[in-house]
Nanobody, 123 residues
């Protein structure tokens, strides 16, 4: 199982970024993929996840309405479109695969993790 996150960068407040997660080594449609983030000095927390069997999305309250998770099943990719970014979104972002196949924004429910991609939002 491999997950590779990419797409991070530096943007100004109000800007947008799209993160990508390339997945391989498991049956894509039988799983769920989550996006998580960790800011310096803070615990890793859930941002969004998607049930790959039916593409149902889930969001943490802090990003609902600003972030959109989507998937390209044919390419085994999961995306996180992030709009109206603010300084509180600054963190390293990770994608991960659900242990059970069920979607969750609890990091403990995930086993395989990508390497992380840095998102920095400045005013």
């Amino acid at each position: 199982v491999q997950l590779q996150a990419s797409g991070g960068g530096s943007v100004q407040t109000g800007g947008s970024l799209r993160l990508s997660c390339a997945a391989s080594g498991f049956t894509f449609r039988d799983s769920a993929i989550g996006w998580f983030r960790q800011a310096p000095g803070k615990e890793r927390g859930g941002v969004s996840c998607i049930d790959l069997s039916d593409e149902t999305p889930y969001y943490a309250g802090s990003v609902k309405g600003r972030f959109t998770i989507s998937t390209d099943n044919a390419r085994k990719m999961v995306y996180l479109q992030m709009n109206n970014l603010n300084s509180e979104d600054t963190a390293v972002y990770y994608c991960a695969r659900s242990i059970s196949g069920w979607p969750s924004i609890d990091p403990a429910e995930y086993d395989y993790w990508g390497q992380g991609t840095q998102v920095t939002v400045s005013s």
